[in-house]
């Protein structure tokens, strides 16, 4: 049935995590999934569609109270099992914020004993979701020890990295970004995969890196692609795992090019990309030919307007513009 499905048609985004969640599902009894409408109405945006109807008692409704969902998974993490949780929008995260980082993330180091969590969490923005079904989260969940936080930019590793994190004893914040739910295909899926903390190089340069993770990645290769047209060769790095972060990559890149841009959909104080610029800075000040800016979102609540959106996000051309600037130093 799966080389039917890889064969027959384009694996989207979200497609490749359905198919991720199914396997984990017939791999492992003890994998289950539960969130808000994720059986019978196959999840928000169908990433469980039917689920429910092959693994019978597996994929399960909860109340509305993420609170109570993370609290029962970590109890059934506990005692054995490997729960899948979808969070409707990551923003609504935030109401188990206490059950995730004070529970599931210190867990182990309290007690020895593991809680093998997934917590998947739509992230980023679209046109028209406006501030409180936009947010990216995964910032503040890297704030804290005893989590991983992973962030697949593409369709492969949104297969490959949702059965990694499914495997790993740890509680791990799965960020997939909503925008890329049907804007990514590709022709099957992944048969290898990059080890969960390893950055991986998008598009090889030698005049600046830039950094980006998530939806950034293909905004910053949309950039790189418009600069290379005046003879700029930008080397994209697609952080793909913020923690662990990939801190060699980066600097090996960074050797390269003597430039760094890092670029995030998050808001900009404490965000991704400073934390990349202040490792670069201490541990490698030496390889830069000039000071390393990043790009973020504007400082403000996510505006509905598509417009308004359009404007509040980093996009390709945001990026050239200080990707030349960058180059004029």
């Known amino acids: 049935m799966a080389a039917t499905r890889n064969s ?15 396997k984990a599902l017939q791999d492992d009894p003890a994998v289950y999934i539960y969130g808000q409408d994720v059986a019978g109405f196959g999840g928000a945006f169908k990433a469980t569609e039917g689920l429910s109807d092959e693994f019978p008692g597996r994929v399960t409704d909860s109340p509305i109270s993420e609170d109570a969902m993370i609290g029962s998974a970590i109890g059934a993490a506990i005692e054995g099992m490997r729960p899948i949780i979808e969070m409707q ?5 935030s109401i188990a914020f206490n059950q995730i980082v004070n529970q599931a993330g210190t867990h182990y180091w309290r007690t020895g004993v593991p809680c093998p969590i997934t917590v998947r969490l739509p992230s980023g923005g679209n046109e028209g979701s406006g501030p409180f079904h936009s947010q990216c989260l995964e910032s503040i969940y890297a704030h804290f020890p005893g989590l991983i936080v992973l962030t697949p930019a593409t369709v492969e590793d949104a297969y490959t990295m949702m059965l990694d994190a499914v495997a790993i004893d740890d509680p791990v914040i799965f960020c997939e970004h909503k925008f890329l739910y049907y804007h990514l295909k590709a022709e099957s899926l992944p048969t290898k995969n990059l ?6 190089i998008a598009r090889p340069g030698r005049h600046a890196t830039i950094v980006a993770y998530s939806a950034m990645v293909h ?25 662990p972060i990939d801190t060699d990559t980066v600097l090996a890149s960074v050797a390269r090019t003597g430039r760094l841009l890092c ?3 998050g808001f900009p104080f404490g965000g ?3 934390e990349v610029i202040s490792r670069v800075v201490s541990e490698g000040f030496h390889l830069l030919d000039a000071p390393p800016q990043r790009l973020n979102s504007k400082d ?10 359009k404007s509040h996000r980093p996009t390709w051309q945001g990026i050239a513009d200080a990707t030349r600037a960058l180059l004029a130093q």
């Open 195 to 200: 080890p969960i903390g390893m950055a991986r």
């Open 8 to 22: 027959s048609m384009a694996v989207t985004y979200l497609k490749a995590l359905r198919e991720a969640q199914r």
């Open 300 to 309: 403000t609540p996510i505006p509905y307007h598509p417009n308004l959106w």
């Open 89 to 93: 929008f990551a923003d609504f995260s």
């Open 263 to 265: 670029v995030s959909e």
């Open 219 to 243: 905004e910053a290769l949309k950039a790189a692609q418009d600069l290379a047209a005046s003879g700029w060769e930008i080397e994209v790095v697609d952080l793909r795992s913020i923690k």
């Open 272 to 274: 991704v990309a400073a």
